[in-house]
């Protein structure tokens, strides 16, 4: 009978497509991985090695093997949670995607009730104001944010909320588990530089669908019934943008953890972001494999939440 | 007030000529006054890099050893402003002959784990760095044939004179770990460090930070001044200096000579700057055509206006040079120091001796970094006048000295050299036969080898410098580097910190540094 529902089909479906999404997206990365230039074995023994040391290493890492020999035995390691450790530090990769996951996450988070609490109000506004001064201006403004460089209104933050009035901290962050109020206070100022975007995202698509609803013939005869419009806009309108709006928080998730690659770099977080960077620098393929791994399976299953709750919102979607 | 440092015409302003003045005076261990130290505080680092390890023995980052040295004590230390030897766990140390080297390690030392720090433990560390597989610094050793220990004596019996060896020992090669420690953790010891040192290692998150916390039995009188330190992990420079000027950290080190107007600009932190053995300089692939040419190599390096450098990309305020030691430093061959006076007509006049009328096409190797970027570019408009037509292969990261040493990629290489505590160790491994940054690996002129040599003959710094002096000028002469510029030790901190004195080596120690407030 549970089979039957069309939700767990929907997430046998999704549950299905994240195999070839995965081994397709870690493949390309781990390729790209070896296209980089120079010999990762000399890397990793550093300055003083001999030649002899740059061999052990070679075969220690089994960089000796053939390319598929060894995208299949991280692979292999990978469905069953071993992300295989650090070439730098030795550490095992999991255990550094897991300290480090619940900073990033803070800052999309963050950055996404941000968007939503600043992009919906404003949405709304330009949309029931269409045509308007105040939607020339609130349209104007996202135009501008969705322009604006994250890391450049970053450092604009800093220069003034931090270095100038000492509002925020200039850098750094705090793990939430351990001081809650200090982690969010760290990350009030990136996550308004990383939530530019998704205001100014929220604020377009939001206008644009709510517009288009307002201006339907249905709308229409809900006025020659009489209800007035905070009625037809709350209980109507809103309703019926519900799905454009998940659909535009789906793509902002994903599009806030790539952005929370360069927050964290100007901020100096040690999250997901930085930790990729620095290891695909030094080239350190188990930590950058295990990062794209993780990020592969959040937005797939970030993707398949905003697929369900479409079915809550809209229940068509789910008998299609 | 806010005094730019870079004017138009590139010269030093006198504020900048104070500043480093006043830097290398304290430099020399004359510490400006600022108050008695006080105890107290835990003092933030902004720190580029994350450590590569914190075994001293199986690192391979020059820059580990700021981290390094609270936690480890080294066998000999030196002179902030010399580099010249001077006790640290070694209290005394004879060569009763030529190739015996006697330590005497100083009684009552205990390691942070309570084990005791004595000629045996040294000797442990000393055969584990010249003998396990994973040691990086078996090099330095090379001349130790055999170690024995006797209570705190420790014994050294050598394959050839070497007086280098007691500023090898105040490197890598000389900080000394507990033997139970390195025992019990195996491979775990890269991350769990238990030293002598004035700072007890608490913890070390990847990338993120290193905290440590005072060693209570110190054996040093008066310190530790702080009661912690904690690395912050910034790899961005701007970033580590807005951490101080927002009051974050207290410290940032290894800062470029382009921060220096943003400091000045900051009203409540300071600088420091200093002279330092940190040399910018082209390394050359001499193993192979063209640049096994003796001609060819003078004339990239008459091909450089070394001045016009300094003040493009390091604001004037480097010390040009053709040289691998600057002029602060006892061994530097001063008469050599400007031997390569910037001259393109000379260059290709010597090109076409070399069989290179029409000019000549050279690949160099450097980073992808901005800063990198800007010195590459100046260095091909100016060979461009020598007739010579330098193109760049750019890579990221520590890919970058692997292509050109390991993998021989190129013709020159553009990089820093760190410097080592002893200058025959730099000229070791910059020229040395089979040395890993000797791209060519073979002996670049005749004599070389020899000269390198009678550098660790005698321990008598007459001698020594002598015998630099002619070392040197086989390096000049046969053009085997192209050192550019000895960029200054720029640092930037808060206003509570003080006592602070920059090195000559340019890797900040902290041993001094006390918090006001």
Request: hydrophobic share 45%; with cysteine.
């Amino acid at each position: 009978m549970l089979a039957n529902s069309p939700r767990l089909r929907l997430v046998g479906r999704r549950l299905v497509q994240i195999i070839p999404v995965i081994v397709l997206a870690t493949f390309v990365v781990f390729g790209l991985l070896k296209l980089v230039p120079g010999d990762l074995a000399a890397t990793l023994a550093g300055e003083y090695a001999t030649e002899e040391r740059v061999a052990q290493i070679r075969a220690e890492y089994g960089l000796n093997d053939p390319f598929l020999v060894q995208y299949g035995r991280w692979l292999l390691n990978a469905v069953q949670l071993d992300l295989s450790r650090s070439f730098q530090s030795n550490e095992p990769v999991l255990d550094q995607i897991l300290h480090r996951f619940p900073t990033t996450m803070l800052l999309v988070v963050g950055a996404l009730l941000i968007s939503l609490t600043v992009g919906i109000p404003l949405g709304i506004l330009a949309a029931t104001r269409a045509g308007s001064r105040l939607d020339m201006v609130v349209t104007s403004i996202s135009s501008f944010g969705v322009a604006l460089p994250n890391f450049w209104l970053a450092m604009i933050l800093v220069a003034t909320l931090s270095l100038s009035w000492g509002w925020f901290p200039a850098t750094g962050a705090v793990r939430f588990a351990s001081d809650p109020q200090g982690a969010i206070w760290h990350a009030v100022l990136p996550s308004i530089a990383l939530a530019a975007g998704g205001i100014a995202e929220v604020v377009r698509q939001l206008r644009s669908a709510l517009i288009e609803i307002l201006s339907s013939q249905y709308v229409r005869t809900l006025y020659a019934k009489g209800l007035s419009p905070a009625a037809i806009l709350w209980k109507h309108g809103l309703k019926n943008v519900a799905v454009t709006l998940l659909t535009v928080i789906g793509l902002l998730i994903s599009r806030l953890l790539g952005g929370a690659v360069v927050i964290e770099a100007v901020f100096a977080i040690p999250g997901m972001g930085s930790m990729v960077v620095r290891a695909a620098i030094v080239k350190d393929f188990p930590v950058v494999q295990g990062v794209v791994f993780t990020m592969v399976i959040l937005v797939i299953a970030i993707n398949m939440v905003i697929d369900l709750l479409y079915t809550v919102v809209d229940p068509r979607v789910a008998l299609k | 007030m806010n005094t730019p440092i870079f004017r138009s015409n590139g010269r030093i302003d006198r504020r900048t000529l104070l500043a480093l003045t006043g830097a290398a005076a304290m430099a020399g261990g004359e510490a400006m006054a600022q108050g008695t130290p006080k105890r107290g505080g835990t003092l933030r680092l902004s720190a580029q890099s994350n450590p590569s390890s914190l075994n001293p023995q199986t690192g391979n980052s020059g820059s580990d050893h700021v981290i390094l040295y609270p936690l480890y004590d080294t066998l000999v230390e030196w002179d902030y402003t010399t580099l010249q030897s001077k006790p640290g766990l070694a209290e005394k140390w004879v060569y009763p002959d030529p190739t015996t080297l006697v330590l005497t390690i100083r009684d009552g030392v205990m390691f942070h784990d309570g084990t005791k720090c004595d000629g045996e433990a040294v000797r442990y560390n000393l055969l584990r760095a010249k003998n396990d597989e994973r040691s990086n610094i078996k090099s330095d050793l090379a001349t130790v044939q055999d170690i024995t220990a006797s209570g705190q004596t420790v014994t050294l019996k050598l394959k050839a004179p070497d007086s280098a060896l007691p500023l090898i020992l105040s490197d890598r090669a000389g900080m000394i770990s507990s033997p139970r420690a390195m025992e019990e953790h195996g491979r775990d010891y890269d991350r769990r460090p238990v030293g002598t040192g004035a700072m007890k290692f608490v913890s070390w998150a990847d990338n993120e930070r290193v905290v440590m916390t005072k060693n209570e039995s110190y054996w040093k009188k008066d310190r530790p001044l702080q009661d912690g330190m904690v690395f912050q992990i910034i790899p961005e420079l701007p970033t580590g200096l807005r951490s101080v000027t927002a009051g974050q950290n207290d410290f940032v080190y290894f800062l470029v000579p382009q921060q220096k107007a943003l400091i000045d600009r900051a009203r409540n932190i300071s600088s420091s700057l200093g002279p330092t053995l940190w040399c910018i300089q082209m390394y050359i692939n001499y193993g192979r055509p063209p640049l096994d040419n003796v001609k060819v190599r003078q004339a990239l390096n008459f091909a450089i206006d070394r001045e016009e450098f300094n003040r493009a990309c390091f604001g004037g305020i480097g010390e040009p040079t053709s040289v691998v030691l600057p002029r602060a430093h006892w061994a530097c061959a001063q008469e050599y120091a400007n031997h390569f006076t910037y001259d393109p007509d000379r260059a290709r006049r010597l090109l076409a001796e070399a069989g290179h009328p029409n000019g000549l096409d050279i690949v160099g190797i450097g980073y992808a970094e901005q800063l990198a970027v800007q010195q590459q570019e100046v260095l091909i408009e100016q060979m461009r006048r020598g007739g010579i037509r330098l193109s760049w292969q750019r890579f990221t990261g520590p890919p970058t000295p692997t292509a050109f040493l390991a993998e021989k990629k190129g013709d020159i290489f553009l990089a820093a050299w760190t410097g080592r505590p002893d200058p025959s160790l730099t000229y070791q491994l910059l020229f040395g036969v089979g040395s890993y940054f000797n791209a060519g690996r073979g002996e670049g002129a005749p004599g070389l080898t020899e000269a390198l040599l009678a550098t660790r003959t005698s321990d008598d710094i007459a001698v020594r410098k002598e015998a630099f002096r002619e070392l040197e000028k086989i390096v000049t002469e046969n053009a085997l580097v192209m050192p550019l510029v000895f960029r200054p030790e720029l640092n930037a901190f808060g206003p509570k910190v003080k006592g602070y004195r920059a090195n000559l080596l340019g890797k900040p120690k902290f041993e001094d540094v006390w918090l006001e407030g």
